[in-house]
DNA sequence: TGTATGTGACGTCAATTTCC
DNA sequence: GGAAATTGACGTCACATACA
């Protein structure tokens, strides 16, 4: 796994992120107390950390495909280069090899 | 140190392509 | 035409890391 420093690709940036359409945060856990209401609280928190993943998970994969796309039109723009830097040694090396005949 | 977040890995599903 | 293979998108889990 890529660490998130150092050699972190491009596509790995935190970005502030707000909660989803429809999200309301409940009550502090302090507030409860009942065994029901505490197994009530847990399905809450795993259902909002799921939605809330699902969206990341999205988000990242987005984020993927554009630096995947980047990745691969550097290669063409380098591609390009390099053709044209061989045709260039093939001319010059043309101008500077004597004649044979 | 607990919580939030990002991401790799894996399984699933539907759409598309390939092969017979 | 239909079975098998491939592809792309998705959801979830596990783990690493950042941050208060």
Redesign the pocket.
Known sequence: ?????GD??T???????A?PQGVVMAASPGSLHSPQQLAEEATR??EL?????????????????EYVKCLESRVAVLEVQNKKLIEELETLKDICSPKTD
């Open positions: 796994m890529a660490a998130a420093t972190m690709p596509y790995q940036i935190r970005a502030p992120t909660l928190k795993r950390r799921l939605m809330k993943n699902r969206e990341a998970a999205k988000e990242c994969r987005r984020r993927k495909k």
